[in-house]
C-alpha cells in the first residue's frame, strides 16, 4: 500500500521560511512532487524530485532522500500570497499514477 | 492550463440518479486522468485514459466509469450517485509522452458535485 504523510496545517510569518515536511512508505518510488493548491482552484506544480538532493527554484526549493523516505519543501521570503495548501504527491515505479498525501494547508501572517 | 475545460464546476443531484462530468482538453494530449478530492484524504485515482477508448481503473473505481470516444473528451459518469459521491472532481492531463509527470501534469479546474 501507499502511505505519505505531512502536517494538516502550518502557520508562519510574511518574509520567514519555512519548511514542509513530507514522508513516504510507497511499494515502489520513481519520483516526488510537490503540488500549491490556493482554495477552491486547481493544483499546480511547483517541484520534480527523483534522485536525492535539493532542487531550487527561485523561493521554492524542495528536498529528497530515498533511504529515509522523506522529502520537505522549503519556501523562502514568504508571501501572503503563499497562503495554500501544499501537496506531496509520490509515484510508484510503473504504475501511471501519482499517490497524495492529504496536503499541508499554510497560513501566513503579517 | 493546457487548454483543459471541465464542465459543470458545479451541480447538485439527487441520491439514485446518473451524473456524468465531463473534461474536455484542445491540445489532444494523450493521458488523462479523473481524480476525486475529499477532506481528510488528498487527491485519489478514479480511472484513467492512454488513449481512445483506452481507459483503465485508479484507487477509487467503484460506482464509476468513464469513456473516451475521441481523444479530446474524457467522460466520468456516477451510475447512480450516492452521497458518499458528494466530492470535488478533477481531471488532469499529462502532456509528454514519456514516463514523467513533472511540469507535464495540469489539473483541471474542478467540478464540486454534491448529492443530496
Known amino acids: 500500500g501507499q502511505n505519505i504523510d505531512q502536517p494538516t496545517e502550518m502557520t508562519a510569518t510574511e518574509g520567514a521560511i519555512v519548511q514542509i515536511n513530507c514522508t513516504y512508505q510507497t511499494s515502489g518510488f520513481n519520483g516526488l512532487f510537490w503540488y500549491q493548491q490556493h482554495a477552491g482552484e486547481a493544483p499546480t506544480f511547483l517541484s520534480y524530485n527523483v534522485l536525492d538532493g535539493l532542487e531550487e527554484k527561485g523561493r521554492f526549493s524542495s528536498f529528497l532522500s530515498r533511504s529515509k523516505g522523506y522529502s520537505y519543501l522549503l519556501l523562502k521570503e514568504l508571501q501572503m500570497k503563499d497562503s495554500a495548501s501544499y501537496l506531496c504527491?509520490?509515484?510508484?515505479?510503473?504504475?501511471?499514477?501519482?499517490?497524495f498525501g492529504t496536503g499541508t494547508r499554510l497560513t501566513v501572517i503579517p | 492550463d493546457a487548454g483543459i475545460t471541465q464542465s459543470p464546476r458545479h451541480k447538485v443531484t439527487e441520491t439514485g440518479t446518473p451524473v456524468t462530468l465531463r473534461c474536455h482538453q484542445t491540445e489532444n494530449h494523450r493521458y488523462m486522468y479523473w481524480y476525486r478530492q475529499d477532506p481528510g484524504h488528498g487527491l485519489r485515482l478514479i480511472h484513467y485514459s492512454y488513449g481512445v477508448k483506452d481507459t483503465d481503473k485508479g484507487e477509487v473505481s467503484d460506482g464509476y466509469s468513464v469513456s473516451r470516444s475521441k481523444t479530446e473528451d474524457f467522460l466520468l459518469t456516477l451510475e447512480s450517485a450516492t452521497s458518499s459521491q458528494t466530492s470535488v472532481y478533477f481531471c488532469?492531463?499529462?502532456?509528454?509522452?514519456?514516463?514523467?509527470?513533472?511540469?507535464?501534469?495540469?489539473f483541471g479546474q474542478g467540478t464540486r458535485l454534491t448529492v443530496v
Open positions: 504527491a509520490v509515484r510508484d515505479t510503473g504504475a501511471n499514477n501519482l499517490f
Open positions: 488532469a492531463i499529462r502532456t509528454g509522452t514519456g514516463e514523467g509527470w513533472g511540469t507535464e501534469a495540469f
